[in-house]
Nanobody, 126 residues
């Protein structure tokens, strides 16, 4: 089965930066929708950013102008560049893919994303 593996999570101070990576075991992910979601303790999971097959991106309001989602078509790796990190960004970050769609579903439709990674922890301390 297809697997997604995240990496890059760490503990950083407020204002710091991190880059998360998501690799796929064999799935040509660049052809379809992929995205990043996160879940903080005591909170529901939420969408962070998605990228369509054609490179069109969508961001949650809380991360706009701070986070950037990109994909390396050659290496087939999805990235999330996170700048100006805040304590409220602390969460487990998950990479996900909708292997049926080229255009990503809305963030609330997490059930449409059929492939998920195990997550990578990001902790932002003040």
């Amino acid at each position: 089965a297809e697997k997604l593996v995240e990496s890059g999570g760490d503990s950083v101070e407020v204002g710091g930066s991190l880059t998360l990576s998501c690799s796929a075991s064999r799935y040509t992910a660049t052809k379809y929708c992929r995205g990043w979601f996160r879940k903080a303790p005591g909170k529901e999971s939420g969408g962070v950013a998605t990228i369509n097959h054609n490179g069109t991106t969508r961001y949650a309001d809380s991360v706009k102008d701070r986070f950037t989602i990109t994909k390396d078509r050659v290496k087939d790796i999805l990235y999330l560049q996170m700048n100006s990190l805040k304590p409220e960004d602390t969460a487990m970050y998950y990479c996900a893919a909708d292997s049926w769609e080229r255009v990503c579903p809305p963030f609330l439709m997490t059930h449409e994303y059929d492939i998920w990674g195990q997550g990578t922890q990001v902790t932002v301390s003040s």
